[in-house]
T-cell receptor, first 115, second 113 residues
């Protein structure tokens, strides 16, 4: 069966350090992978998309890598700030019947950045 | 641009009652999705509309759940009769055709007592 696994349910780091979150998947052949951020009481918010032919993508303090051989993506937040504290979700696309399309999500990793 | 709006934000009902959740997607987004997150689990796909048509409803748990999108604008998700295991947060998301990114609403929390 298809699985998306994200590392440890909670990650605590000190402000200014780099946070690294892991997403591993099985039984997917994704054309791309997405990362979302979710704050308590809110819906997921899109952060970054990386395609299967891209090794790395950056956006400000965020960096995503995608290794289709290892079936893994790493999500980095450099110079982390308390405002980065949230749950981060990894998502993969799935083709559905009738040409439909949906995103499947991992459980998420809760990040806490302390001053 | 207004985002995806969901109503109610929280609903508390008793087992056996009926609840209807509503989602207003971003204007012009033909694709509308319902997802659900139950305690301790990942966000799971329920169904996908393209305009007013159900494209895929393979994630719907059972026939107590009915989703509609009359006119291809807003959508409703009705649970009748509600059971305890239906408790969770129901998210609606929309996207424009050709795009890969979903825009989510804030969710409707359902508590069945």
């Amino acid at each position: 069966s298809q699985k998306i696994e994200q590392n440890s349910e909670a990650l605590n780091i000190q402000e200014g350090k780099t946070a690294t979150l892991t997403c591993n998947y099985t039984n997917y052949s994704p054309a791309y992978l997405q990362w979302y951020r979710q704050d308590p009481g809110r819906g997921p918010v899109f952060l970054l998309l990386i395609r299967e032919n891209e090794k790395e993508k950056r956006k400000e303090r965020l960096k995503v890598t995608f290794d289709t051989t290892l079936k893994q993506s790493l999500f980095h937040i450099t110079a982390s700030q308390p405002a980065d504290s949230a749950t981060y979700l990894c998502a993969l696309d799935e083709s559905l019947s009738n040409s439909g399309y949906a995103l499947n999500f991992g459980k998420g990793t809760s990040l806490l950045v302390t001053p | 641009e207004a985002g995806v709006t969901q109503f109610p934000s929280h609903s508390v009902i008793e087992k056996g009652q009926t609840v209807t959740l509503r989602c207003d997607p971003i204007s012009g987004h033909d694709n509308l999705y319902w997802y659900r997150r139950v305690m301790g689990k990942e966000i799971k796909f329920l169904l996908h509309f393209v305009k007013e048509s159900k494209q895929d409803e393979s994630g719907m748990p059972n026939n107590r759940f009915l989703a509609e999108r009359t006119g291809g604008t807003y959508s409703t998700l009705k649970v009748q009769p509600a059971e305890l295991e239906d408790s969770g947060v129901y998210f609606c998301a929309s996207r424009i055709s050709g795009a890969n990114v979903l825009t989510f609403g804030a969710g409707s929390r359902l508590t069945v007592l």
